[in-house]
């Protein structure tokens, strides 16, 4: 007769053996899932931070831009002061606002489940939308490669000072040696109410075309009162086709596909 405890392993054995245990989710079930999301297109906005001035606020211009009760401003560079949001209930701005994502900094140190974790509650938030603008500095454009190339457009902002041409020349250069294929286009911020020929974007463009062989586009010009005077015949938003069925205006899975795939030595 066989002693009780070789009979309770023989009977643990036989336990775990039904079990099933339960299947371990795969970067392919994940992107699956998340085909299934409602096509978002996203704006980059790019804030010159290391630019010395300021700006009007955002809540103030980017709604002449993009006049829709849809629009959602994903804040990551933080263009969003303080005192607004203490000054306005949330509920008077213009568009909804989600704060900096601090897990964006170091995407490339989590595992698959805290990657995955991170973009359901994501698609959660963005859920219904069909539009976000998504703020970033500058600095931190190497940060987020796999933002920029899940994005339909990029909006480099340029004030109307003298060391916008070589900085924003820089910017383009730094977007250009990430290998990002986003179109890229420059929104001007300017007192004045008529451009000459020479004005701030047109040799940003023409430096570009001659140094790295890349177009750039006008993307308009918000004036300090937040008047916005789009531009004519190019970068204007209501000129973008709808390509429906690809996957390069479905926000959420090229985002997603981008994060999950992050290659060793990105951020």
Sequence with gaps: ?????????????????MVIKPKIET???????????SPLKAYILVY???????????DDWLSKIDN?????????????????????????LSFHVLSK????LDMISKNDSERYEF??????TLDKQTKIWVTVKASEISYYTYLFNASNLLYIML?????????????????????IATPIHLLEFSSKPFLSEDFLCNRIKNVAKK????????????LSNCRYIPPVNEGNLNSIKNQTGSSCCDFMYSFSENIINLPLGTY
């Design 159 to 179: 004030p109307d000072i003298e060391d916008s041409i070589l900085k924003g020349y820089e910017i383009v250069k730094t977007i250009y040696n990430l290998k």
């Design 119 to 124: 973009l359901r509650n994501l698609s959660n």
């Design 48 to 58: 010159p931070d290391y630019l010395k001035t300021e700006f009007p606020e955002i």
């Design 211 to 222: 140094f790295l062989g890349i177009d750039l586009y006008n993307g308009g010009v918000v």
């Design 27 to 37: 970067a392919d079930d994940f992107l699956e899932k998340m085909k299934g999301v």
């Design 68 to 92: 829709t009760s849809q629009t959602y401003l994903w804040d990551q560079a933080g263009l969003i002061s303080n005192k607004i949001l203490t000054s306005k209930p949330s509920e008077s």
């Design 1 to 17: 007769m066989k002693d009780q405890a070789t009979s309770l392993r023989a009977l643990k054995a036989n336990f775990d053996r």
């Design 101 to 104: 994502q601090m897990a964006m």
